[in-house]
């Protein structure tokens, strides 16, 4: 048997529990002390990634939806801070009529990305009165996320954060688009209004400010619309993740 | 390619709730030791950290994610990152164990072991080789505690250990609670096992604890070092003199005092060692 053919059938056996690496191997209890080893391990860096959702359902719930996860995806990275990337999807699937459980896990898979992320460094703002805002398209902190939830996941979220009792799910009135970024050292994250998470989305896409003037022009009086949108920007360059205009 | 300057003292593993007083006060160590993947990140408040701890104490790279005895290499990127660390930090050293943890594009993230044969010697080495070339600097390597050997075993771990220092010029890690866990668990020797190691290439030792599983002794790293291991240290000391050595503590992190307190007692081991060797010579 080659290296590369005893490693597969090492880790066949990590993967799977098939036993045809044991007749050239002893003792056998170690062949368990791996197979443990490797849930464990992965178990634990599910835990330390995802605390509010652990928090949320418990250990045995938690444990029982890691357990799962383990058995479904395999890590490929060398890091164990890329493991858990698909957990969101595996709680959907395991809790299926509890959407705030994935909302909770995008949360924390956001933020925990987001919190040793590519650093960035927020625009200076005085160094835009020349900036073509008809042309220039926003260049946003490599950190930002955006992402929907129907429930109140973030109050879950924050007041699990806190150590308080965290309220009852209930449904949102209308489905809600919730924003993460690393301005400086700390991960932050906020809930966006309609408005302003349309516009974000056009902007990650390579709208102009000109172009999001339009986009609120659309939804209300052209002078009401130029101030909401710069009362927009200028929210967004307070935040932070705003770090360049491609003109620039 | 540059040779590693000469260094003894008594280090901790720099953990995460240690990091403030690291941050905030002196603490009475001569180097520390930190994770090199917990710090091959692209940005945020890790490298930050592990920039002001340098500006206070040397500091050794040790990772767990190298893969030194996987079959298909090592992977270019895990290098380039652990490359791009090492400039930033400019180490004591960089170390890894005497493992692989995947193959073909899976990770396990546990140190699996290897068969001591031919084969992978030659693997090791070529891999070690690939690792000094990028790093542009000798590694250390470190033997890991295990819990299986295969029938294909051609050698001893100490002798594919020494074949693999002669053959690359690497320098050890040796990890004293390792060579004891591996040694109740595979029936050897421990004292034979430190006896064979060539002395001269041993730039650091570990010490930690471990625990009993239901057949097989578990490098857990959550206890203080045990009597025994003690006793394996000091005749490590009398064999390879004063080399860098350090508590390693990652599950059931104590107080820091408690740590420092444990590397006290490594220090006074050494103290004592140094003048046996000294009333010897």
Known sequence: MTLGDLQRALVEHL?????????????????????????????????????????????????????????????????????????AATLASLYPDDPEVPELAWLDWALR??????????????????????????????????????????AIWSALAEDRTPPAVTQLPEPTELLVWRPDLSPRFRTLAPMEAHALKSALAGATFGDICRLHA????????VAAAGAMLGLWLRDGFVVGFSAD | MPNLEPFSGFGLGLRQPHYQEFLQRHVPVDFVEVISENFMVDGGRPPQILDAVRE???????????????????????LKRLRVLADRVNPLWVSDHLCW??????????????????????????????????????????????????????MTEWEF???????????????????????????????????????????QMHLAGHSRGRELLIDTHDEPVPDAVWALYEFALRRFGHVATMIERDDKIPALSELITELDSARARACAASSERQCAS
């Open chain 1, 15 to 87: 993967l799977t529990g098939d036993r045809r690496i044991s007749e050239r191997v002893r003792p056998q209890a170690g062949l368990e002390v791996y197979h443990h080893a490797y849930r464990a391990q992965l178990l634990g860096c599910l835990r330390d990634t995802y605390e509010r959702v652990w928090a949320w359902l418990g250990d045995e719930a938690f444990d029982r939806a890691g357990a799962c996860h383990v058995e479904l995806v395999a890590p490929k990275s060398w890091t164990l801070n890329e493991y858990g990337e698909e957990f």
């Open chain 1, 113 to 154: 990305r987001a919190f040793d992320g590519p650093d960035s460094t927020p625009v200076d703002i005085t160094a835009l009165d020349d900036l073509d805002w008809e042309a220039a398209e926003f260049r946003f902190a490599p950190t930002l996320r955006v992402g929907a939830v129907v429930t109140n996941s973030a």
């Open chain 1, 218 to 225: 659309a939804r209300s009086a052209e002078d009401n619309a």
């Open chain 2, 56 to 78: 206070r104490h040397p500091v050794a790279l040790h990772g767990v994610s190298m893969s030194i005895g996987s079959a298909d290499g090592l992977r270019p990127d895990y």
């Open chain 2, 101 to 154: 943890t995947g193959v073909h594009g899976f990770n396990s993230h546990d140190l699996l072991p290897l068969p001591y044969t031919e084969e992978a010697l030659e693997t090791v080495c070529n891999n070690i080789k690939h690792a000094q070339e990028v790093l542009e600097r000798p590694i250390l390597l470190e033997n890991p505690s295990s819990y299986l050997t295969f029938s294909d075993d051609l």
């Open chain 2, 161 to 203: 250990i020494a074949q693999t220092c002669r053959l690359t010029g690497c320098f050890l890690l040796l990890d004293v609670n390792n060579v004891y866990v591996s040694g109740a668990n595979h029936g050897f020797d421990p004292y034979e096992y430190i006896a064979h190691i060539p002395a001269e290439r041993v730039m």
